[in-house]
Nanobody, 121 residues
């Protein structure tokens, strides 16, 4: 299973970016999918998650500014980031709970390679 993240870049404070993450490989089912971020010198933190049924949850720091969505048919999640702040600067990683085959009971967590977001003031 591979997760490919894209969409990072350099923007000014107040602007928007949209991150995407696509899952591929041997996949029977994908359960929760998430976006994490890790700023320089800080621990990785959960930004947003979404269940297979489309129920989202957000870190308090991004509520009202970020929106997570998923397309189960395409096996993708997006993170629409609006009103970006310098403190949103980080490498963003997607993460998914995947059941690889129908005969494997349980899920495995997979990580994407990360996409860098830099917000200048």
């Amino acid at each position: 299973v591979q997760l490919q993240a894209s969409g990072g870049g350099l923007v000014q404070a107040g602007e928007s970016l949209r991150l995407s993450c696509a899952a591929s490989g041997t996949i029977f089912s994908i359960y929760a999918m998430r976006w994490y971020r890790q700023a320089p010198g800080k621990q990785r933190e959960l930004v947003a998650g979404i269940t297979s049924g489309g129920i989202p949850n957000y870190a308090d720091s991004v509520k009202g500014r970020f929106t997570i969505s998923r397309d189960n048919a395409k096996r993708t999640i997006d993170l629409q980031m609006n009103r970006l702040k310098p403190e949103d600067t980080a490498v963003y990683y997607c993460n998914a709970d995947v059941q690889p085959t129908a005969t494997v009971f349980g899920t495995f967590k997979y990580w994407g390679q990360g996409t860098k977001v830099t917000v200048s003031s």
